[in-house]
């Protein structure tokens, strides 16, 4: 009968399902070259890498996407979940590239964006080669505050409970990485490469989000290494290299409306070499309200870098607010401490805190920074502060002499 033939026709599609998966699932594997991505650096690779990811999301066992040694010509790719099983990898050991052409970006504000995913593992000792230099060209969104046109390399959007390792962002055309809206993520052994001279490719730029956790990473790029955002909440940045770069920033917080706390940050056991700033706090003049607290600075080396330690509330790069009217952004409960090296401006510590709402609770101890050159010696600067002041200071601590 027409029937029997139709559900015998059913369990076999079934069977044939059914061992596919087995297959599959026995491996977990998802090797983009099964799909079709050829890795020769010229045929687009987009769409291999879509399927096998969206075959490995949807498989109910933990599955990882294997993307072989080779160069992988990428358009936008959206990275989507949630995924069915409890986690999933990526295992990048190739160079993934994304069009040099920024027409091929249109619309596009990341490039590679991962959104949505529980237990994410990126790792692979792989290459995200975002291939900026003639994007840089025509970047002067620091000037113009409208930086929409270019994509970010990667973007995390609310990923949870993930780690992403040993892996490197390239050239990005924009900021290198942005993660927005995540909770317990940890970048490991990551690498961020980009000239010195190249405009607006922050390093890792956090907002929104909770218990971040940056270690043992190597960032040398065009501006800020790492800055976090309004929202930043249990944010631990231990054992990174910064520089190139403008260093590692809380900020800028206060251009914005409604803009979130800042709420725990501790970067311990950094390096920075021949960076613009050291770390720093930067709040806009003529602010929206906002806080931000529980900041700690310990253990960091500074190499030749300009003013290696800095809060700066009147933070207003190519004059585009009103100095006059006092930041609004309320500072408080913050230390730096064990900060040594040598720094290229003369202002080695320099805390410029708001008239409106001066800082709070700011400690500084065991300094130990040197300055040789045509500005005189080293010294501290403080306005609008009271610091609590420990252990050795060299140069002598502002309150000291104030
Ligand atoms: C945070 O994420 C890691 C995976 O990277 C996981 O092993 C760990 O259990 C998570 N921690 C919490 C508190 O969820
Ligand atoms: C970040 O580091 C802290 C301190 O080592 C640890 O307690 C926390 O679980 C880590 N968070 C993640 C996301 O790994
Ligand atoms: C400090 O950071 C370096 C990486 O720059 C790492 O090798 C070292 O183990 C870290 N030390 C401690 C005490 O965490």
């Not at 029997?4 to 090797?31: H, M, P, R, W, Y």
């Not at 970010?152 to 949870?160: A, E, L, P, S, V």
């Not at 006059?324 to 510590?349: D, H, Y």
Request: hydrophobic share 35%; aromatic share 6%; glycine share 10%.
């Amino acid at each position: 009968m027409g029937f029997s033939k139709i559900s015998l026709g059913a369990n076999s599609l079934l069977l044939v399902v059914a061992v596919l998966a087995t297959e599959v699932q026995g491996l977990n594997t998802f090797d983009v070259r099964k799909y079709g991505a050829k890795a020769d650096g010229k045929t687009e690779d987009t769409q291999a890498i879509m399927k096998a990811w969206k075959d490995a999301c949807a498989s109910t066992t933990p599955s990882t996407v294997v993307i072989p040694r080779g160069k992988y010509s990428v358009g936008p790719l959206m990275l989507l979940g949630p995924c069915k099983a409890k986690s999933i990898a990526i295992n990048l050991q190739g160079i993934l590239q994304a069009p040099s052409d920024l027409n091929k970006h249109k619309s596009q504000d990341g490039w590679i964006v991962f959104q949505y995913i529980d237990g994410l593992t990126v790792f692979g000792g792989g290459t995200f080669d975002g291939q900026g230099s003639v994007a840089w060209a025509v970047n002067d969104c620091a000037k113009t505050g409208k930086c929409n046109s270019l994509p970010i390399n990667i973007r995390f959007n609310f990923i949870t409970n993930s780690l992403v390792q040993g892996v490197t962002s390239l050239d990005s055309k924009q900021f290198h990485v942005n993660v927005l809206g995540c909770n317990n993520l940890t970048f490991d052994h990551f690498t961020i490469t980009a000239p010195g001279e190249s405009l607006n490719t922050d390093g890792i730029h956090i907002g929104r989000s909770i218990g971040i956790n940056i270690t043992n990473s190597n960032i040398k790029t065009g501006d800020d290494c790492i800055s976090i955002g309004d929202g930043s909440k249990q944010i631990r940045i231990t054992g990174v290299n910064c520089g190139p770069g403008h260093g590692i920033s809380v900020g800028s917080l206060g251009k914005y409306p409604n803009e979130e706390p800042v709420e725990g940050v501790f970067v311990k056991n950094c390096t920075l070499t021949g960076t613009q700033n050291g770390v720093r706090i930067k709040t806009w003049p003529d602010s929206h309200q906002g806080v931000a607290s529980d900041m700690h600075f310990e253990d960091i080396i500074m190499n030749n870098v300009g003013f290696p330690v800095l809060i700066d509330q009147e933070y207003c790069p190519w004059n585009q607010c009103k100095q006059s009217i006092p930041s609004r952004i309320q500072l408080s409960k913050i230390s730096f401490s064990k900060i040594r090296g040598t720094s290229s401006t003369a202002e080695a510590v320099k805390l410029v805190c708001s008239k409106g709402v001066p800082c709070q609770n700011v400690e500084i101890s065991d300094i130990n920074l040197k300055y040789t050159g045509p500005q005189g010696r080293a010294k501290s600067i403080c306005k609008n502060v009271k610091p609590t002041v420990k252990g050795q200071q060299v140069p002598t601590a502002c309150s000291a002499t104030a």
